[in-house]
């Protein structure tokens, strides 16, 4: 791989890592509520992306569902769930969306897994759950089960990804209009003080948005289907088990998070797990499925 190529990707491991870190202070120290949050970065998606929404896609209303889970509805979840999770644990936390992926593959799509793949799975679920199972993370178990939920929505997205015929920047665009159209009425029913954050820190808040719209989901996502297009995925998707460690050297730095020993013993043995997966080959769908940059 050329060193401009390897440049490009680690450099969008940093910005789907950061992204977490991000999200955080936006919801946290900026006080934004998470589905609010959510929704104004869909608008941001959409609002770059709109030319991309011409012509309209055949099976719309699949690729509605399938855009709203791999983007708003698994980002609403993982908002939800920072509000009182560490970034370092949801970067932990996030790596159990490749073992669920392969698992429902297994369902909808008649994967089938031999011993080396179902290890990794086994791996995969046990680090997650060693590490979630600490005692400095008990106190973050509901933000930490949102940020699961988020990604079995992420996974459950990526497996039907595969059975719509649409250009990844094209699916974005829908993703994105498919978000705005469902956590606008679940923002104005279920939450409050969404004016007011904006009026509190309007800039920050507005820095933050425009880093996870347009650097992460238009910049990052955009070059990492570019590279996806130009090298053998067996090159590129390994480079992506970057993201979980930076998030958790991230948030270590940058929010000061407690890394404890299991979250660290817990995140390393599922990162095997995923290495695994991501490793062995795949009978129903290529490498890139497996591990989506979904912060």
Known sequence: MPARALFVMMLCNVVWALNVVVSKVAIVDLGSPPLFYALLRSVI?????????????AKL??????????????????????????????????????PM?????????????????????????????????GENQMETSTGLLLVFLSAVVGALGTVF???????SIRLQAWA??????????????LETGQIASLATSPYKLA????????????GAHTAYYRLMQEFDANMIVPLTLFTPILTILFGAWLTGDAIGE?????GAIALAGVAIIVLRP??????????????
């Not at 990804?161 to 250009?167: E, F, H, M, N, T």
């Not at 299991?262 to 817990?266: D, S």
Request: charged fraction near 10%; proline fraction near 5%.
């Open 45 to 57: 998606v959409a609002a770059v992306l709109v030319p991309l929404l011409r012509p309209l896609p």
């Open 61 to 98: 209303w699949q690729v509605l569902v399938v855009g709203l889970a791999i983007s708003g509805g698994s980002f609403a979840l993982l908002f939800m769930g920072l509000e009182t999770a560490s970034p370092s644990a949801a970067g932990v936390v996030s790596l159990s969306g490749a």
């Open 101 to 133: 992926t392969v698992l429902f593959a297994i369902l909808f799509l008649g994967e089938r897994v031999r011993w080396r793949r179902g290890l990794g799975i086994g791996l995969a679920f046990g680090g997650v759950l060693f590490a979630m199972a």
């Open 161 to 167: 990804v595969k059975r719509i015929d649409l250009p």
């Open 176 to 189: 994105a209009v498919a978000s705005v159209a469902v956590l606008l009425p679940l923002t104005a029913a």
């Open 207 to 218: 820095a933050c948005l425009l880093f996870a719209g347009i650097v992460v989901s238009v």
């Open 262 to 266: 299991r979250l660290i013993i817990g």
């Open 282 to 295: 795949s009978e129903t769908f290529t490498r890139r499925f497996l591990v989506r940059p979904r912060f």
